[in-house]
Nanobody, 120 residues
Framework: QVQLVESGGGLVQPGGSLRLSCTGS????????MNWYRQAPGKERDVVAR????????YIADSVKDRFTIARDNAKSTVYLQMNALLPEDTALYFC?????????????WGQGTQVTVSS
């Protein structure tokens, strides 16, 4: 059974930093690309960052570029989202995701989410 467990969210002041972690189990973590999404109240869930299975290629959304980075440690089956210079508009529920493609399309797996609140 695929499981993704996020941690590291919390309340932080504007300009502060947080590091989110997501640990995967029930699958070969090192063979799968991993993603971070976020969803603010009343808004759609948007991708924040992606990383390929070996970590050689990453994508960071324009809205967080130069502030957020994504990394992974396959030995620990964990993907990280380092968030610096946080803004109030970064407040959202952050989700870890992996998407597996097959002949019928794709299957998404999600964690339960971790809340990030940026406020003074």
């Amino acid at each position: 059974q695929v499981q993704l467990v996020e941690s590291g969210g919390g309340l932080v002041q504007p300009g502060g930093s947080l590091r989110l972690s997501c640990t995967g189990s029930g699958f070969t973590f090192s063979s799968q690309g991993m993603n971070w999404y976020r969803q603010a109240p009343g808004k759609e869930r948007d991708v924040v960052a992606r990383i390929t299975f070996a970590g050689r290629t990453t994508y960071i959304a324009d809205s967080v570029k130069d502030r957020f980075t994504i990394a992974r440690d396959n030995a620990k089956s964990t993907v990280y989202l380092q968030m610096n210079a946080l803004l109030p508009e970064d407040t959202a529920l952050y989700f870890c995701n992996t998407r597996w493609y097959n002949s019928q399309g794709y299957q998404d797996y999600w964690g339960q989410g971790t809340q990030v609140t940026v406020s003074s």
